[in-house]
């Protein structure tokens, strides 16, 4: 226990140095298990590794989402979902905001990260919301929180890649993830409602969109919203009926996805050879960003395994006499402090290897407890001092301070922590979907 304690905080010190998580996890891991065992038979587990690694057909899913995500942004379709949402809720006070999050909610549900969400978005619904008068405060907030739900709602890079670390359903954690999207982005309304009932000039009405008006911004994102109608359905197996009878795997699911955005895209005009080849090449950078940093914390996990780790917190619980609930609350308090800290994909890879043995072995469910850390790392990117989507904004935008994008996202973090304690408390508000499956 004590080598991968020691592990461990060499990891978190050279992250802080700024060595990049796949390098610091896999180089700690390797000379772990080396300590562990001997160089030979720890150069043989790392080779394997990489090889089990590149040649896993489950794995494929991780590139496919990405290029789905990829050709939705070329063909244009952020701008028009924020048209849509702006249409249907610009003339309420408050409304461009709750346009906002609702566009964000919906992009982020093809697009799958929270820092792609907030940088598009904010070039889309920045301008709008400055020209109707809106407080920098409130439009900023907006973007940025609304850009945390691109990592919960389905499909979702970082749901598949704690599907991956724990050996759980890629399918069941997509469709659980559904239910606390929607609720994240009615509560985000709720804090848009409370900041606008507190200073009405923050949130000026814009106009109203009349029903020919509302009806033409549908008609540009149906193709969108057949898609993931596609992807969820086949997932979920809501489209398994005659005569389609179409039930996907996440590895077909997303294989049809980035299928039918490319098709969007090509008949939209957004993409062309150059457009195609900066895209597959994008594609192939993240892919192998990602693959190396999964690589690195499988190397590390095994390091910790061998190391005894998740055995002495089993034990340490027990001799302490600590109740599930407590241990899950320490845990929830941990992934908060290093939120503040990291950014939320390293978050995870490190800690899901060292907690997942230890909650799973507590009993709970390990499709709602992935959801639960989503949504704690989805808090994490909106918490100072770091903040990841608040940084990605501020560098957009240039002319906002990162005082007053934090000042904005009170309400919306405190809503966060609303819909955490629900779920919390109601885990059938995550479980009930997966259970029809």
Same mark, same amino acid.
């Given at each position: 226990?004590?080598?991968?304690?020691?592990?461990?905080?060499?990891?978190?010190?050279?992250?802080?140095?700024?060595?990049?998580?796949?390098?610091?996890?896999?180089?700690?891991?390797?000379?772990?298990?080396?300590?562990?065992?001997?160089?030979? *038979?720890?150069?043989?587990?790392?080779?394997?590794?990489?090889?089990?690694?590149?040649?896993?057909?489950?794995?494929? !899913?991780?590139?496919?989402?990405?290029?789905?995500?990829? &050709?939705?942004?070329?063909?244009?379709?952020?701008?028009?979902?924020?048209? #849509?949402?702006?249409?249907?809720?610009?003339?309420?006070?408050?409304?461009?905001?709750?346009?906002?999050?609702?566009?964000?909610?919906? +992009?982020?549900?093809?697009?799958?990260?929270?820092?792609?969400?907030?940088?598009?978005?904010?070039?889309?619904?920045?301008?709008?919301?400055?020209?109707?008068?809106?407080?920098?405060? $409130?439009?900023?907030?907006?973007?940025?929180?609304?850009?945390?739900?691109?990592?919960?709602?389905?499909?979702?890079?970082?749901?598949?890649?704690?599907?991956?670390?724990?050996?759980?359903?890629?399918?069941?954690?997509?469709?659980?993830?559904?239910?606390?999207?929607?609720?994240?982005?009615?509560?985000?309304?709720?804090?848009?409602?409370?900041?606008?009932?507190?200073?009405?000039? *923050?949130?000026?009405?814009?106009?109203?969109?009349?029903?020919?008006?509302?009806?033409?911004?549908?008609?540009?994102?149906?193709?969108?919203?057949?898609?993931?109608?596609?992807?969820?359905?086949?997932?979920?197996?809501?489209? @398994?009926?005659?005569?389609?009878?179409?039930?996907?795997?996440?590895?077909?699911?997303?294989?049809?996805?980035?299928?039918?955005? +490319?098709?969007?895209?090509?008949?939209?005009?957004?993409?062309?050879?150059?457009?195609?080849?900066?895209?597959?090449?994008?594609?192939? $950078?993240?892919?192998? /960003?990602? +693959?190396?940093?999964?690589?690195?914390?499988?190397?590390? /996990?095994?390091?910790?395994?061998?190391?005894?780790?998740?055995?002495?917190?089993?034990?340490? %619980?027990?001799?302490?006499?600590?109740?599930?609930?407590? %241990?899950?609350?320490?845990?929830?308090?941990?992934?908060?402090?290093?939120?503040? %800290?990291?950014?939320?994909?390293?978050?995870?890879?490190?800690?899901?290897?060292?907690? &997942?043995?230890? %909650?799973?072995?507590?009993?709970? @469910?390990?499709?709602? +407890?992935?959801?639960?850390?989503? #949504?704690?790392?989805?808090?994490?990117?909106?918490?100072?001092?770091?903040?990841?989507?608040?940084?990605?904004?501020? /560098?957009?935008?240039? @002319?906002?301070?990162?005082?007053?994008?934090?000042?904005?996202?009170?309400?919306?973090?405190?809503? @966060?922590?609303?819909?955490?304690?629900?779920?919390?408390?109601?885990?059938?508000? !995550?479980?009930?979907?997966?259970?029809?499956?």
């Amino acid at each position: 226990m004590i080598e991968s304690l020691i592990g461990f905080g060499i990891v978190l010190l050279l992250v802080l140095l700024r060595i990049p998580i796949a390098f610091a996890m896999g180089l700690v891991g390797m000379v772990g298990l080396t300590y562990e065992t001997s160089f030979r *038979a720890a150069i043989s587990m790392v080779g394997r590794l990489i090889i089990d690694t590149s040649q896993d057909y489950g794995l494929s !899913v991780i590139p496919l989402f990405i290029l789905m995500g990829l &050709f939705v942004n070329k063909g244009g379709i952020s701008r028009e979902l924020y048209n #849509v949402s702006n249409a249907f809720l610009g003339h309420f006070r408050g409304g461009l905001a709750m346009a906002t999050i609702l566009a964000c909610g919906g +992009f982020a549900a093809i697009c799958g990260s929270s820092l792609a969400t907030a940088a598009t978005m904010s070039k889309v619904a920045m301008p709008e919301m400055r020209k109707f008068g809106y407080a920098d405060s $409130l439009s900023t907030a907006s973007i940025a929180a609304g850009g945390t739900l691109g990592i919960l709602i389905p499909p979702s890079v970082i749901l598949v890649i704690y599907g991956l670390l724990t050996e759980t359903s890629i399918g069941k954690l997509f469709v659980a993830g559904i239910i606390p999207g929607f609720l994240g982005i009615l509560l985000y309304m709720v804090a848009v409602k409370i900041t606008v009932m507190r200073n009405p000039e *923050a949130g000026p009405a814009g106009t109203r969109a009349t029903w020919r008006e509302r009806f033409n911004a549908l008609g540009h994102v149906w193709a969108v919203l057949l898609l993931f109608g596609l992807v969820i359905g086949g997932l979920y197996g809501a489209l @398994d009926f005659w005569p389609i009878n179409l039930a996907f795997s996440p590895t077909e699911a997303a294989g049809m996805g980035s299928a039918g955005a +490319f098709l969007i895209a090509l008949a939209r005009g957004g993409i062309s050879w150059k457009g195609l080849s900066e895209v597959l090449q994008e594609t192939a $950078l993240t892919t192998a /960003s990602l +693959f190396a940093v999964l690589i690195g914390a499988w190397i590390f /996990s095994n390091f910790v395994n061998l190391a005894g780790l998740p055995e002495a917190l089993l034990a340490a %619980v027990t001799a302490f006499d600590l109740g599930p609930w407590v %241990v899950m609350g320490l845990i929830l308090l941990i992934y908060i402090v290093l939120g503040c %800290v990291f950014e939320s994909m390293s978050m995870l890879l490190l800690t899901v290897p060292i907690f &997942f043995p230890l %909650v799973n072995s507590l009993g709970f @469910d390990p499709v709602w +407890f992935g959801i639960i850390v989503v #949504v704690v790392t989805e808090i994490s990117l909106i918490t100072p001092p770091v903040g990841l989507n608040v940084f990605v904004l501020k /560098s957009v935008v240039g @002319d906002v301070t990162t005082a007053t994008i934090f000042k904005g996202v009170t309400p919306f973090w405190m809503m @966060d922590i609303v819909r955490l304690i629900l779920l919390l408390l109601f885990p059938t508000l !995550v479980l009930f979907l997966p259970s029809q499956m």
